[in-house]
């Protein structure tokens, strides 16, 4: 079968790989309809993340249709379309149980397999899903390649950063980054009350994403945020600020903006090796800081009738729809923002 592999530093390549089989009596095959390159994937793609297996192939985004099952899945069956979070959970430990699924003892992230252990991602035609009762949903009828594809990962992930920010509908809100995934955290602060939304980039189109959907746009290389935010909430600051970049630069910014008392809710993968503010800097603040991996299984019940909603408001962030076969072009333009690309679906 074909996939997107990885061969080193922003290296992809398309090509054959084995099929994946069933390992374990709670495993399913999934052929991969659609899928899609996540900024996440850039963290290995120009090795600042590091030690993923060269041929692994890559991705955490994707849907498609049950083709195998194992003897002791229960809920799904040949047949069934499926979201799929980008990591598997068992549905049943500690933290399962608790709506933190992306911290399940048994998770793996889809499209990382170090020293020849791990999971193959989804650019690819086949998928094997582990735990796929705990892991993966049935799709509802009707419901789009694209919608399917946001709920296992950034829409999950943009609604997480927001619900853990705290939004307060009559407050001031910062959103550092304006990618896909800050598009979403906008899109979902919104949903929750968020009126005087500020976004931050430095990449034009990407701003006027951000004005279409609800936020004051700031280019941060052309203006001051912290003046703007400050002039906007009696010299304050932000009482929520929501990091969506990942760079320590932008952990650096977003920390400047929020207010003493307020939230930083970071799900920028930062793979620096210190924050960016010292804890005396977060004392003075009394800063509250939440960040991690979105648990987006236990997402999935509460987030389907807003991404049903709007789901045609949703899909245009796939500004590319292209082969997989063109993946290894479609990393390149993605990574560089070229031809105003916010997001690609993938069909293998
Ligand atoms: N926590 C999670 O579970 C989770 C899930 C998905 C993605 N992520 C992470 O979210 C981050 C964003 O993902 P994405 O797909 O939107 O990535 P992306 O790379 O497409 O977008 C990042 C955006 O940030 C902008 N940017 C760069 N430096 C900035 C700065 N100093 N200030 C403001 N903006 C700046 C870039 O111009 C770009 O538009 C990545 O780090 C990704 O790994 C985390
Ligand atoms: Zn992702
Ligand atoms: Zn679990």
Known sequence: MKALTFHGRETIRYEDIEEPVLESPGDVIVRVEACSICGSDLHPYHE??????????????????????????????????????????????????????????????????????????????????????????????????????????????????????????????????????????????????????????????????????????????????LALIRDATDGRGADQVLEVVGLETAVRSAFELVRPGGTLSAVGVCTGTHLPFSPVEAYDQNLTYRIGRCPARSLQTELLKWAQEDADQLATLFTHHLPLGEGVEAYRMFDQKRDQCMKVLLRP
């Not at 499209?111 to 509802?140: E, I």
């Not at 976004?199 to 701003?207: E, F, G, I, Q, W």
């Open 48 to 225: 600042r993340e590091k030690g993923l297996d060269h041929g692994c192939a890559m991705g955490h985004e994707f849907t498609g249709e049950v083709v195998e099952k194992g003897s002791k899945v229960k809920s799904l069956q040949v047949g069934d379309h499926v979201i799929s979070p980008f990591t598997v959970s068992c549905g049943s430990c500690f933290y399962c149980r608790r709506g933190l699924s992306s911290r399940c003892v048994h998770s793996q992230l889809f499209g990382w397999r170090a020293q020849g252990k791990g999971l193959h991602g989804g650019q690819a035609t086949y998928v094997r899903v582990p735990m796929a009762d705990g892991t993966l949903v049935k799709r509802p009828d009707g419901l789009r390649d694209e919608t399917a594809i946001l709920l296992g990962d950034i829409l999950a992930t943009g609604y997480f950063c927001a619900r853990q920010s705290m939004i307060d509908p009559e407050g001031v809100q910062a959103v550092v980054g304006c990618g896909p995934v800050g598009l979403m955290a906008i899109w979902a602060a919104r949903k929750m009350g968020a009126q005087r939304i500020f976004a931050l980039d430095s990449v034009k189109h990407r701003l006027e994403w951000a004005e279409r959907w609800g936020a004051v746009p700031i280019n941060y290389m052309e203006e001051d945020p």
